[in-house]
């Protein structure tokens, strides 16, 4: 049984436009989050959320538009692509947003904007 | 905010010991873990230590002084599967912040 899952693996589009990546994890955990991990493989967060409630977001642009219609979901929404964004995005949830709790990363989606 | 410090890349012999240190800055700090990632793979916990001292897992341990900011992960008796990215990262404020990473190369 897959804990953290995420599609596409991988995707490749052009710039200007928008694409969307789907995350679903089945270990009935209440914290979710996006992280970005660039060519250098530095893994900054982008947003949390905790059942279905927006808790952080990093200064990302607004063109970045988390959904979570579920607390076992946690989509992202990228419009108007730039060069920049090309990235590996990680999913990732925990038990609870606040304390400690180890975090379970889905498999990664690979975008590549040319 | 948050800030992490720990070296770029490190390279042992198989069978060696090797110690990751991580240095950090952080307001509302509740502990320092450790992830492991190898290459095209997700990061994958191994540790977590909230108070001082050191928690032992198998071949990994680690260590955490609150007073001096400072954790590190030992790894005994290198294998050449250890070869991947280590990152250290802080709970704190409701999130974790993740140090750059450690590149551990194990050679023959």
């Given at each position: 049984d897959t804990a953290v899952s995420q599609?596409?693996?991988?995707?490749?589009t052009q710039m200007g436009n928008d694409k969307s990546i789907k995350c679903e994890q089945n270990l009935g955990h209440d914290t979710m989050y996006w992280y970005k991990?660039?060519?250098?493989k530095f893994l900054k967060i982008m947003f949390s959320y905790n059942n279905k409630e927006l808790i952080i977001n990093e200064t990302v642009p607004n063109r970045f538009s988390p959904k979570?219609?579920?607390?076992?979901?946690?989509?992202?929404?990228?419009?108007?692509?730039?060069?920049?964004?090309?990235?590996?995005y990680f999913c990732a949830s925990s038990q609870r947003g606040t304390g400690f709790s180890e975090q379970y990363?889905?498999?990664?989606?690979?975008?590549t904007v040319t | 905010g948050q800030s992490l410090e720990q070296p770029s890349e490190v390279t042992a012999v198989e069978g060696a010991i090797?110690?990751?240190n991580c240095t950090y800055q952080t307001s509302g700090f509740y502990g320092l873990s450790w992830y492991q990632q190898h290459d095209g793979g997700a990061p994958t916990f191994l540790s977590y230590n909230a108070l001082d001292g050191l928690e032992e897992t198998g071949r990994f341990s680690s260590f955490l002084s609150r007073s001096d900011s400072y954790g590190y992960l030992l790894?005994?008796?290198?294998?050449?599967?250890?070869?991947?990215?280590?990152?250290?990262?802080?709970?704190?404020?409701?999130?974790?912040?993740?140090?750059?990473?450690?590149?551990?190369?194990?050679?023959?």
């Open positions: 599609t596409p693996k991988y995707l490749v991990q660039d060519s250098k979570s219609p579920d607390k076992a979901h946690l989509n992202l929404h990228i419009n108007s692509l730039e060069l920049g964004d090309s990235a590996v990363f889905g498999p990664g989606t690979r975008l | 090797v110690q990751i790894l005994q008796e290198l294998q050449m599967k250890d070869s991947a990215s280590y990152f250290c990262a802080v709970t704190g404020a409701g999130k974790s912040t993740f140090g750059d990473g450690t590149t551990l190369t194990v050679k023959p």
